[in-house]
């Protein structure tokens, strides 16, 4: 894809998306929002979180040193993937230098090095690296989000910024009305995921690589470790663990 070709979102409804600058604006702009397109833009300008707000936006400007030269998105991340995507993958949030420098989830970094390569390798995604917005990628069956859109400290969301951001999450779940598996990468995303769905048997399940859960429906929750260095570089994860993860995903939509 071109840079032609490729448009950030933008709320056609409007001539400026509202921006949210509190927990209560992200529910009520986020329970109002009845198409994809429009919930990635107002997602994009969110700013209801100040700490993530000033920390996203400080490593847009410090950069890192390997990336000076790139023009860091320093904004929220939306889902990335198909409306009708039958595999929604969750991960926890975008990191530093990933995903809020180059504006797509798990893109420009190692974690998403992983999974792309998984899910290329399952028919998941055209090609097994995502590198940028302008890289021709598109996920087939399958849409990528996080369960916090920005980048924190430490990759660790407080859970008042977790809180706030589950009503962008819950929206875009229900919009996606095709979804039959979804994957949560690692404990974060498990947990919220469990506090979003409906129809999660009790007592809830817990975390485990390769848990699954029928949600009763025709509708499975599974789980990875999430495709963190920490995770791939000890071996915790491996790349036949996540394929068998991911290629569950894939059997239990196309069976
Ligand atoms: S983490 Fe979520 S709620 Fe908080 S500023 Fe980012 S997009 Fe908004």
């Known amino acids: 894809m071109s840079p032609e070709t490729f448009s950030w979102p933008h709320d056609p409804a409007t001539s400026a998306t509202p921006i949210a600058t509190s927990a209560l604006e992200v529910r009520e702009l986020a329970a109002g929002t009845q198409t994809l397109r429009i919930l990635d833009a107002r997602i994009s300008v969110c700013r ?3 700490r993530l707000v000033a920390w996203r936006e400080e490593v847009a400007v410090q950069k890192r040193r390997a990336f000076i030269d790139d023009e860091y998105w320093g904004r929220p991340i939306f889902g990335f993937g198909p409306i009708d995507a039958r595999v929604v993958i969750v991960g926890l949030a ?11 989830i798990f893109t420009g970094d190692e974690s998403g090095n992983w999974l792309f390569a ?4 399952l028919g998941l995604a055209r090609t097994g690296t995502s590198t940028s917005v302008f890289d021709g990628q598109a996920l087939i ?10 980048a924190p400290p430490d990759n660790a969301p407080t859970t008042l910024e977790r809180d706030t951001c589950r009503p962008w999450l819950a929206r875009e779940l229900a919009l996606l009305t095709e979804a039959k598996v ?3 990468l690692g404990g974060f995303a498990w947990a919220s995921l469990l506090a979003t769905l409906e ?10 690589h390769g848990a699954r859960v029928d949600l009763g429906d025709g509708r499975f929750l599974l789980a990875s470790y999430h ?3 920490q995770n791939t570089f000890t071996g915790r994860l491996t790349e036949e663990m ?3 993860v991911l290629g569950a995903a894939a059997s239990l939509i196309t069976g």
Do not use: E, M, W
């Open 48 to 50: 209801a979180c100040p």
């Open 94 to 104: 975008p990191a530093a230098h990933g995903g809020n420098r180059t504006g797509r």
């Open 118 to 121: 998984s899910l290329n390798r």
């Open 141 to 150: 069956n399958t849409r990528l989000l996080a369960a916090v859109r920005c």
């Open 182 to 184: 979804y994957v949560a």
């Open 199 to 208: 129809q999660i048997p009790k007592p809830k399940p817990k975390f485990a």
């Open 227 to 229: 495709p963190s260095q």
């Open 242 to 244: 996540l394929d068998d």
